[in-house]
């Protein structure tokens, strides 16, 4: 069954040093989001993009985060200068329409020092 | 105001039981749907309910809607030691095409033998 995919699965960084976090979508999805969940807290929405666009942002979805899909395959998120508390889960999914189902990948551990 | 509580936070079942859990919200939806989580990995969607719709069944699961209590519930039937993990209701109240999903807080089911 075909599946999203996240790398790296975890990722160790120093505040206020950028990071990309890499998603490969399922090939035929048009709608892509990222989601994150601080540990012990709810799974958060960030942001969706469909159409090379994005449709949708959170309140968490500041300056310091951007989202690309810099090819036909590949789905980032870059969050510009990290800091303590960007610390969290962070899972990439997609769907095949808006309103559908979600397939979230294995997420990637962020760990800001 | 939280959106997506299910209680009970914790629930510990016996083999071959049924385990039922809940979930409130306080705000119109598209759609609510279930997920799993099992321990540090991904979400596997389980079910999604419209807002049209009352009740919707697939395998051993059930879930039903009542939008005029903004209640959800998940019955799992014939529980297995399989399905420990926990278990998320996520409502879509997205004003664009895609799904901006706002998870609850989660029912840890542990299913003994």
């Known amino acids: 069954e075909p599946e999203v995919t996240q790398t790296p699965s975890h990722q160790v960084t120093q505040m206020g040093q950028e990071v990309i976090l890499r998603c490969v979508p399922i090939?035929?999805?048009?709608?892509f989001y990222w989601y994150r969940q601080i540990l012990g807290q709810k799974v958060e929405f960030l942001v969706s993009?469909?159409?090379?666009?994005?449709?949708?942002k959170s309140e968490i979805f500041d300056d310091q985060f951007s989202v690309e899909r810099p090819d036909g395959s590949n789905f980032t998120l870059k969050i510009r200068s990290t800091k303590l508390e960007d610390s969290a889960m962070y899972f990439c999914?997609?769907?095949?329409?808006?309103?559908?189902?979600?397939?979230f990948g294995s997420g990637t551990q962020l760990s800001v020092l | 105001s939280q959106q997506g509580e299910e209680d009970p936070q914790a629930l510990s079942i016996q083999e071959g039981e049924n385990a039922t859990m809940n979930c409130s919200y306080k705000?119109?939806?598209?759609?609510l749907q279930w997920y799993r989580q099992n321990s540090g990995r991904g979400l596997v969607h389980l079910i999604l309910?419209?807002?049209?719709?009352r009740e919707k069944h697939s395998g051993r699961l059930r879930v039903t809607l009542d939008t005029s209590k903004k209640s959800s519930s998940l019955l799992i039937t014939a529980s297995r030691a399989a399905d420990t993990a926990s278990y998320f209701c996520?409502?879509?109240?997205?004003?664009?095409?895609?799904?901006?999903?706002?998870f609850g807080t989660g029912t840890q089911l542990k299913v003994e033998l």
């Open positions: 999914a997609s769907g095949r329409q808006g309103r559908e189902k979600l397939f």
């Open positions: 090939s035929n999805h048009l709608y």
């Open positions: 993009f469909y159409n090379n666009e994005i449709s949708e």
């Open positions: 705000t119109s939806i598209n759609n």
């Open positions: 309910i419209r807002s049209n719709e």
């Open positions: 996520a409502t879509d109240r997205g004003t664009g095409g895609g799904n901006k999903l706002t």
